[in-house]
């Protein structure tokens, strides 16, 4: 069992910044990968970014050059540094853990709560 928290989404102005934080606790193993995705009203939940342990990451189009993921592995942890943040980028954002535990053939998604980001224009 794997549990995630998220902090620190808000309200922020077109242009500005927010750091989301997450955290993970419990079963965790070596090769998971951590991430941030967001769901924003109507729409599909969609990833925003992810990092493995070793420090690879991928970041969907719409938030490269803006956003910058980072990772604590000691505390299993990440965060999401957004910046000159649009409109578009209000959502609900969720941490997300993935793994294949060694007794399975198929990974596991865990999922934070969600934290709401909104960006007024």
């Known amino acids: 069992q794997v549990q995630l928290v998220e902090s620190g989404g808000g309200l922020v102005q077109a242009g500005g910044s927010l750091r989301l934080s997450c955290a993970a606790s419990g079963t965790i193993f070596s090769t998971h990968v951590m991430g941030w995705y967001r769901q924003a009203a109507g729409k599909q939940r969609e990833l925003v970014a992810t990092?493995?342990?070793?420090?690879?990451?991928n970041y969907a189009d719409s938030v490269k050059g803006r956003f910058t993921i980072s990772r604590d592995n000691a505390k299993n942890a990440i965060d999401l540094q957004m910046n000159s943040l649009k409109p578009e980028d209000t959502a609900v954002y969720y941490c997300?853990?993935?793994?294949?535990?060694?007794?399975?053939?198929?990974?596991?998604?865990?999922w934070g709560q969600g934290t709401q980001v909104t960006v007024s224009t």
């Open positions: 997300n853990l993935n793994q294949r535990p060694p007794w399975r053939t198929s990974n596991l998604d865990y």
């Open positions: 990092m493995t342990r070793a420090g690879g990451t």
